[in-house]
């Protein structure tokens, strides 16, 4: 005990460090399983992947990737099997920081979609890789 007691500093340092360490994975909302922007291009354009935007339509409007089709997650457990009828087709599910997308994942998967992975990141990671947006 006399240990903590005397290097309470280091020992402060270090957690600090650690939460240092580990908060940009946090706070990006990436995950093991989650995507990169160029993994999800390249699944678009090789496998004829599906991106479903799970924001609200004005976080939408704001800007999404190309031909994605925009399902909120309050929605989606309703609306998926009529959004997207091919479950064997790969689902890529998106939203502002990879938070929300990664619930998503979870409720697709339950309905039956098990290539449904989420961007990492989300729409943030895709801008800063410079990928196009469109504007509704």
Partial sequence: MSFFIDNWLLITIAIVSAAMLLWPTVSKGAYAGGLNPNEV???????????????EPNEYAAGHIKNAKNLPVSRLEAELTQTVKNKGLPLVLVCATGVRSNRAVAIAQKLGYEKAQSLSGGMGAWRETGLPIEKA
């Fill in 41 to 55: 291009v390249l699944l678009m354009n090789r496998e004829k992947a599906v991106v479903i935007d799970v924001c």
